[in-house]
């Protein structure tokens, strides 16, 4: 086991960097950050000495500040398909740890409508994780088996394209 890499580690070499990861800034993070530094202005400003606003203020700044940093710096990065310019999404479905070998076949030889036929189960063993374009052009698939104490990858990671990808998303999707 663990001769592959995860998913997460590969995906940028394996698809000859048609893929790629981005980090961005969070315009929600950004509009915290603004709004605390003009509530902590604001609390600067008031010149009456019995009013309880700045104290107000300033405890509303720096919480503001503290969720604005921390929104910041969660959940920054995320992959693109750069033929498409779509951002790809994480999909991830579990199966009975006896569909193993079937899983396996079925994805190397793209047949995705006998997975409607395997069986299902959480926390069993098999994971299939997917990471799929909002328009469903593209597809990147490795299947995991647990190993005690964490999942190892089985098979290397899979790429599909245009129908391959709709298909296998609408079947992984399938209850």
């Known amino acids: 086991m663990g001769k592959y890499k995860k998913m997460q580690e590969d995906i940028e070499?394996?698809?000859?960097?048609?893929?790629?990861?981005?980090?961005?800034?969070?315009?929600?993070?950004?509009?915290?950050?603004?709004?605390a530094v003009a509530?902590?202005?604001?609390?600067?400003?008031f010149d009456d000495p019995n009013s309880s606003v700045p104290t107000f203020l300033f405890t509303a700044s720096?919480?503001?500040?503290?969720?604005?940093?921390?929104?910041?710096?969660?959940?920054?990065s995320c992959y693109?398909?750069?033929?498409?310019?779509?951002?790809?999404?994480?999909v991830t479905t579990y199966f009975d740890v006896l569909e193993s070998v079937n899983?396996?076949?079925?994805?190397?030889?793209?047949?995705?409508?006998?997975?409607?036929?395997?069986k299902r189960k959480k926390d069993s063993g098999v994971k299939v994780e997917a990471m799929i374009t909002a328009d469903q052009k593209f597809a990147a698939?490795?299947?995991s088996e647990y190993i005690p104490y964490t999942y190892e990858a089985v098979t290397p990671v899979m790429c599909y394209y245009n129908d391959d990808a709709r298909m296998l998303l609408s079947y992984l999707q399938a209850s």
């Open 13 to 35: 070499n394996v698809t000859n960097k048609e893929v790629v990861k981005q980090t961005r800034i969070s315009g929600s993070a950004t509009i915290l950050l603004i709004v």
């Open 39 to 45: 509530c902590a202005v604001g609390g600067m400003s």
């Open 141 to 143: 698939v490795q299947i």
């Open 62 to 76: 720096v919480l503001l500040f503290l969720a604005g940093i921390i929104k910041l710096f969660v959940d920054r």
């Open 103 to 118: 899983l396996q076949n079925c994805m190397e030889m793209k047949r995705f409508e006998d997975l409607k036929n395997m």
């Open 80 to 90: 693109f398909f750069k033929p498409t310019k779509s951002r790809l999404k994480v």
